[in-house]
């Protein structure tokens, strides 16, 4: 199975901030990446698919990039309503991995 | 709207099973593959595999192939997934999510998911 290694863990900025969390693939994925927000009690929420689109409805706040091994998921300027769990998914070989996680909180 | 109401959380024995629900509303399960979702704090989240309730066809990750059985109930748009033979490591949240086009990997709406727990 592929591997994803998101990093950082854990993150802390304030209001304002630019934030970017990433996710590497221990093999090329080409595009097949997703980056989703849970909130703490709430199911999760695609952001991000096909590494660079936004799902209907998201902040233009987020942005996504990356191809191959590689991926970033970018908030322009963090909000309060951000502080969650960010998680991304790769489903370019079977099964679909999933990274660990970056919990992100306001400083 | 599109919506995924999971079943509530349930306790069981080792050795027993249990089958859990996922009913969709604001659209037909029959438009899109429904997949499976394990998740454990220390272990992450682990994909169990999908259903295309238009056939019934199905695919499982190979460590849950013996364990996890996926069915759907078109006629009350729902979809179901059964755990066999139940131990310690099956205690943890299971979500159902709605594959984002008809055969796409990734998912766009998730139920809230439900707890297990295998306790004697």
């Known amino acids: 199975d592929i591997q994803m290694t998101q990093s950082p863990s854990f993150l802390s900025a304030s209001v304002g901030d630019r934030v970017t969390l990433s996710c590497k693939a221990s093999q090329n994925i080409n595009k097949y990446l997703a980056w989703y927000q849970q909130k703490l009690g709430e199911a999760p929420k695609l952001l991000i698919y096909?590494?660079?689109s936004l799902q209907t409805g998201i902040p233009s706040r987020f942005s996504g990039s990356g191809s191959g091994t590689d991926f970033t998921l970018t908030i322009s300027s963090l909000q309060p309503e951000d502080v969650a769990t960010y998680f991304c998914?790769?489903?370019?070989?079977?099964?679909?991995?999933f990274g660990s996680g970056t919990k992100l909180e306001i400083k | 709207e599109v919506q995924l109401q999971q079943s509530g959380p349930e306790l069981r024995r080792p050795g027993s099973s249990v089958k859990l629900s996922c009913k969709a509303s604001g659209y037909s399960i029959t438009d899109y593959l429904m997949h499976w979702v394990k998740h454990r704090p220390e272990h992450g989240l682990e994909w169990i595999g999908w259903?295309?309730?238009?056939?019934?066809?199905?695919k499982y990750a190979q460590k849950f192939q013996s364990k996890a059985t996926l069915t759907a109930d078109t006629s009350s748009n729902t979809a179901y997934m059964q755990l066999s033979s139940l131990t310690s490591e099956d205690t943890a949240t299971y979500f159902c999510a709605r594959s984002r086009a008809y055969y796409s990997g990734d998912f766009d709406y998730w139920g809230q998911g439900v707890m297990v727990t295998v306790s004697s």
């Open positions: 096909n590494a660079n």
């Open positions: 259903i295309d309730p238009e056939d019934g066809e199905t």
């Open positions: 998914l790769q489903h370019n070989s079977w099964p679909g991995t």
